[in-house]
């Protein structure tokens, strides 16, 4: 299993057969090289989507058509996705277990919102959610945009999972304390990688209050782009 930061909050995960880009963000990403677009994508079976934001789903129609890959997410937004784009789309809703060539992506709830950009402002795109993907011995909570919740206990108690993808840039999601907070009272990671930083100034730079906040042996990696992380 290979984990891959895209930068701000896009992933590469290679799990199973599958490769899943999540909320792929690489045109205008600031952190994002676009040189190396090419070996960002190569291989990619489906794109996730964790809600409709700019800075998750701007790039993924254009990405979808170009590399043939389906984009999977809550029904309301891939339906609207399929029926204005032509894409295809993989739809279901939380409490949903899909199998991505081996890997089974459950969605899960998050606290935040979710619209897209229309000619007379924002356009519900459906609910925000985060998902839990599991395969090769693993369970990879990724978050989402989110603050934390009391659905965590359950979450963390049902789906178990060890490596915990979670934003935790402060301003539009959980902050580095609130992240740890959450991590500590309701999860077992033995690993955590934050996300959704770094990206603007309004962002948190780096991942200090996370450490510090996680009980010992709980590893905390600050990823770098395109990097990978194996497992």
């Given at each position: 299993?290979?984990?891959?930061?895209?930068?701000?909050s896009g992933f590469r995960i290679e799990v199973?057969?599958?490769?899943?880009?999540?909320?792929?963000?690489?045109?205008?990403?600031?952190?994002?090289?676009?040189?190396?677009r090419a070996?960002?994508?190569?291989?990619?079976?489906?794109?996730?989507?964790?809600h409709g934001h700019g800075d998750h789903s701007s790039s993924v129609v254009a990405l979808s058509?170009?590399?043939?890959?389906?984009?999977?997410?809550?029904?309301?937004?891939m339906s609207h996705l399929a029926e204005k784009d032509g894409?295809?789309?993989i739809g279901f809703n939380k409490g949903g277990t899909v199998t991505l060539n081996g890997a089974k992506v459950t969605?899960?709830?998050?606290?935040?919102?979710?619209?897209?950009?229309?000619?007379?402002?924002?356009?519900?795109?459906?609910?925000e959610a985060g998902f839990m993907i599991a395969g090769e011995g693993e369970t990879?909570?990724?978050?989402?945009?989110?603050?934390?919740?009391?659905?965590m206990e359950w979450m963390a108690d049902y789906h178990k999972p060890g490596i915990g993808i979670l934003s935790a840039g402060g301003h539009f999601t959980m902050d580095m304390d609130r992240a740890a907070y959450a991590a500590r009272r309701y999860f077992k990671f033995h690993t955590v990688i934050p996300c959704h930083y770094r990206t603007f100034p309004a962002l948190a730079q780096d991942a200090?209050?996370?450490?510090?906040?996680?009980?010992?042996?709980?590893?905390?990696?600050?990823?770098e782009v395109l990097e990978p992380i194996g497992f």
């Open positions: 299993m290979k984990i891959t930061w895209l930068g701000h199973e057969t599958a490769v899943l880009l999540i909320d792929p963000w690489l045109d205008g990403n600031p952190m994002f090289p676009s040189d190396r070996e960002a994508i190569a291989g990619t079976t489906h794109i996730l989507l964790t058509k170009e590399i043939g890959a389906p984009i999977v997410g809550i029904y309301d937004l894409v295809e789309v969605m899960v709830n998050a606290a935040h919102s979710s619209s897209i950009g229309g000619k007379d402002g924002p356009v519900y795109a459906g609910a990879i909570y990724v978050s989402g945009d989110t603050d934390i919740m009391a659905d200090a209050a996370l450490k510090a906040g996680l009980p010992p042996g709980v590893r905390v990696i600050e990823p």
